[in-house]
């Protein structure tokens, strides 16, 4: 909160590039992230990168239905047991819990509006959420490689 009044309080003063950088950031959408390319076998994905707290909690809650080729990948602090709900979430989903070294884990079918978690098997560093049956309907099973994670940063606690 204060934040935003100090940022008013200066447009106030001068209005100019600081007025409207603070509409810029005012008028982004609330799921602007950074989008980046990831390759599972002879498939590719453009994803949306969520690394923050809130970014990962709020994930794909009261969005658009992701489309053929979208999905967003969740990038933890460290490894862990990793789980997934859907609430809030008006589409089925896939997702895959990813290793540090990129290999997938396990995958899971997530149907809308429930609070079922959804587990990695064991430790993840991160989570790929797709449109339903994405991973099951090419043929990607555990074990396979997920390529593009190395330009990923990493996950603020």
Not at 16 to 42: N, Q
Not at 44 to 54: F, I, N
Not at 95 to 105: H, M, P, T, V, Y
Request: aromatic share 8%; charged share 20%; with cysteine.
């Amino acid at each position: 909160m204060t934040f935003f009044v100090h940022a008013r309080e200066e447009a106030k003063r001068a209005p100019g590039p600081t007025w409207v950088g603070f509409l810029l950031l005012v008028a982004m959408p609330g799921w602007a992230a950074e989008r980046i390319e990831l390759r599972i076998g002879g498939q590719r994905l453009a994803v949306e990168v969520v690394a923050t707290p809130a970014q990962r909690a709020r994930g794909l809650m009261g969005r658009p239905p992701l489309g053929a080729r979208e999905g967003m990948l969740f990038v933890f602090a460290g490894d862990d047991e990793r789980c997934l709900w859907m609430r809030d979430t008006p589409s089925a989903l896939a997702a895959a819990f990813i290793d540090k070294s990129g290999r997938i884990l396990n995958t899971v079918e997530m149907q809308p509006l429930t609070d079922t978690h959804h587990c990695s098997k064991a430790p993840a560093r991160y989570a790929l959420e797709t449109q339903a049956v994405w991973f099951s309907g090419r043929g990607i099973k555990p074990g396979e490689a997920v390529q593009g994670l190395e330009t990923v940063a990493p996950a603020s606690r």
